[in-house]
T-cell receptor, first 115, second 112 residues
Framework: DGGITQSPKYLFRKEGQNVTLSCEQNLNHDAMYWYRQDPGQGLRLIYYSQIVNDFQKGDIAEGYSVSREKKESFPLTVTSAQKNPTAFYLC??????????????FGPGTRLTVL | QKEVEQDPGPLSVPEGAIVSLNCTYSNSAFQYFMWYRQYSRKGPELLMYTYSSGNKEDGRFTAQVDKSSKYISLFIRDSQPSDSATYLCAMSNAGNNRKLIWGLGTSLAVNP
């Protein structure tokens, strides 16, 4: 089955720890994205990557880091510098054509809780 | 003022009703419009997308774009309890179609 997988589904972190969220896609999409979703605030873009070994900051990148070493994978690290990391994290991908639609397809999400 | 406004609801309707969900926006450069459905604790799934103005129909779902009013709508006919979810609108402009601007989502409950 083609799709996007995220792991783990639930993650608990102690304050001061870094954690890494996994995102893998087998859709052969060029672009990948990380969003954070909080109640009442909608989806906010953390980072996105248009191509391997390249990524750009989104609207709320502070306290997060990413890498894009393979087309299929776009892991997100939530560092101890992120002040309020408890949230639902969503990974997405898109074909990233130069023109036209750029529909984004989402994974099932990871719920991160800081204890 | 947010670039995209969407009433969070909740909206509660009886089964079989016609549902109307709406978003307004302020950026006249937006050209691509999408509707996503998100079930509780799941990732959003793409329902409909439209380009510029006009209507698009897919089964029980119809998406409308009125660029002159900066207003988009999603209609659900013969609503079912399985339609109970949060509906998110998203849009982008041609110059930066990678960056989607999102509404906050409308929570819909269809009661049997």
């Amino acid at each position: 089955d083609g799709g996007i997988t995220q792991s783990p589904k639930y993650l608990f972190r102690k304050e001061g720890q870094n954690v890494t969220l996994s995102c893998e896609q087998n859709l052969n999409h060029d672009a990948m994205y990380w969003y954070r979703q909080d109640p009442g605030q909608g989806l906010r873009l953390i980072y996105y990557s248009q191509i391997v070994n390249d990524f750009q900051k989104g609207d709320i990148a502070e306290g997060y880091s990413v890498s894009r070493e393979k087309k299929e994978s776009f892991p997100l690290t939530v560092t101890s510098a992120q002040k309020n990391p408890t949230a639902f994290y969503l990974c997405a991908s898109s074909i990233d054509g130069l023109q036209g639609y750029n529909e984004q397809f989402f994974g099932p999400g990871t719920r991160l809780t800081v204890l | 003022q947010k670039e995209v406004e969407q009433d969070p609801g909740p909206l509660s309707v009886p089964e079989g009703a016609i549902v109307s969900l709406n978003c307004t926006y302020s950026n006249s450069a937006f050209q691509y419009f999408m509707w996503y459905r998100q079930y509780s604790r799941k990732g959003p799934e793409l329902l409909m997308y439209t380009y510029s103005s006009g209507n698009k129909e897919d089964g029980r779902f119809t998406a409308q774009v009125d660029k002159s009013s900066k207003y988009i709508s999603l209609f659900i006919r013969d609503s079912q309890p399985s339609d109970s979810a949060t509906y998110l609108c998203a849009m982008s402009n041609a110059g930066n179609n990678r960056k989607l601007i999102w509404g906050l989502g409308t929570s819909l409950a269809v009661n049997p």
